[in-house]
């Protein structure tokens, strides 16, 4: 029996934690997520219904499936310890600070995990491991994660992304990896699959240098048009924004601000959408003194 987690419960996270259950494995599964369960977001992800909205998904998908559901925004601060015991992570975020925590924790573990992206109609796949290059040599720079808010994605997408990374771990977990070190692409529309080999770099920071980065600024662009989330440190309460009119929204409150809004969690998480870095950073600011005064 082993221990997987899940990091992400998005389009793809829902999907591959719903193939996990129909697998019946007898395995141990986590899933770290930091989002709550949105209205505008049920019609791709069905592990989630109306009654769900404004829950934490990480809770929302203990209640459904019965696996271990952690509530954080994970990062290279607490990716030792949110994925301590860990046999194989499956990642399904769009974020590539997060995709690093993993891969420094990999490195440093020596463990496998399971890359999935996919937008539009397009979805790839692969396993990095000890033996294989590391995201890092493959994804040296951040690149502005793309959005699937604006792209769209097809639910054939997720569904193929998911039963690709459910396959390999199956695969993984018999030592016989089919996707070590080799990207697959796959068409959702076209039906075709390519891949192709991932190189090593020979100067790598992560795998050759082992110098693990650690994020410069305490705002994460995540995927989606102008989201930012931040970590403040401070337990927020209602009573005390009471004057920033906080509506409430299942285990979290939303705050307007200028054309934007803010995703407020009482344990100190804020997640901001619809704003610059600067308008963000600054509404974040005013909430915090608000809760601190
Ligand atoms: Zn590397």
């Not at 100067?203 to 048009?225: E, H, I, R, S, Y």
Request: charged share 25%; with cysteine.
């Amino acid at each position: 029996m082993a221990n997987i987690t899940v990091v992400g419960a998005g389009g793809v996270g829902a999907q591959t934690l719903l193939e996990l259950s129909n697998a019946s494995t007898r395995h141990t599964i986590n899933v770290i997520d930091r989002d709550v369960v949105e209205e505008s977001g049920l019609a791709r992800q069905r592990l989630y219904t109306k009654s769900d909205v404004g829950k934490l998904k990480a809770h929302a998908a203990q209640e459904r499936l019965g696996v271990h559901g952690i509530d954080a925004h994970l990062n290279e601060d607490n990716a030792d310890e949110l994925l301590k015991g860990a046999d194989a992570v499956l990642d399904c975020t769009d974020n590539w600070q997060t995709r690093c925590a993993m891969n420094a924790w990999a490195l440093k573990t020596k463990k496998p995990w399971v890359f999935t992206s996919a937008i539009r109609d397009e979805s790839m796949a692969t396993t990095l491991a000890p033996q294989t290059p590391c995201f890092v040599c493959w994804n040296p720079e951040p690149k502005t994660p793309r959005s699937c808010r604006i792209e769209g994605i097809r639910e054939e997408t997720t569904r193929i992304a998911a039963q690709t990374q459910v396959q390999e771990l199956r695969q993984l977990l018999q030592k016989k990896p089919r996707l070590a070190g080799v990207l697959q692409y796959t068409n959702a529309t076209t039906k075709t699959c390519a891949t192709t080999r991932i190189k090593k770099n020979p100067n790598c920071p992560a795998c050759v240098k082992k110098t693990f980065q650690t994020p410069k600024t305490n705002a994460a662009l995540l995927c989606g048009d102008g989201e930012y989330l931040f970590e403040t440190g401070v337990s927020f309460t209602k009573d005390a924004l009471s004057s920033l009119n906080p509506k409430p929204f299942g285990d979290v409150m939303k705050i307007r601000f200028r054309k934007g809004e803010l995703v407020v969690f009482s344990t100190g998480r804020i997640l901001s959408r619809g704003l610059s870095q600067r308008q963000a950073e600054a509404a974040v600011e005013h909430i915090k003194q608000k809760q601190e005064n």
